[in-house]
Nanobody, 124 residues
Framework: QTRLVESGGGLVQAGGSLRLSCTAS????????VGWFRQAPGKEREFVAL?????EYADSAKARFTISRDNAKNTQYLQMSNLKPEDTAVYYC????????????????????WGRGTQVTVSS
């Protein structure tokens, strides 16, 4: 059974940093593209970043967020800096078989597996 488990969320002041982690089990991690989505209250789920053989970011994440992966640990990370109140959301890690990327994977229905999410709250 495939599982994705996020950790590292919490409450942080604007301008602060957080690092989210997501550990996968039940899949060959190195053969999957992985990424992050987020959903703020009252808003649709939106793409944040992905990493396959390259990285891609939403415009809102560029220059502030860094996605990385450690295949030996079956874990991906999202380092978030200079956080803003509008970054407040539940953050979900995702995975999909293959190492594809591109606009298709900026949509939620492209992904095979989802974690349960971790809350990030940025206070002003």
């Amino acid at each position: 059974q495939t599982r994705l488990v996020e950790s590292g969320g919490g409450l942080v002041q604007a301008g602060g940093s957080l690092r989210l982690s997501c550990t996968a089990s039940g899949l060959v991690f190195s053969s999957h593209v992985v990424g992050w989505f987020r959903q703020a209250p009252g808003k649709e789920r939106e793409f944040v970043a992905l990493i396959s053989w390259k990285t891609e970011y939403a415009d809102s994440a560029k220059a502030r967020f860094t996605i990385s992966r450690d295949n030996a640990k079956n874990t991906q990370y999202l380092q978030m800096s200079n956080l803003k109140p509008e970054d407040t959301a539940v953050y979900y890690c995702v995975a999909s078989l293959g190492l594809s990327s591109g606009p298709t994977f900026h949509k939620s229905d492209a992904w095979d597996y989802w974690g349960r999410g971790t809350q990030v709250t940025v206070s002003s």
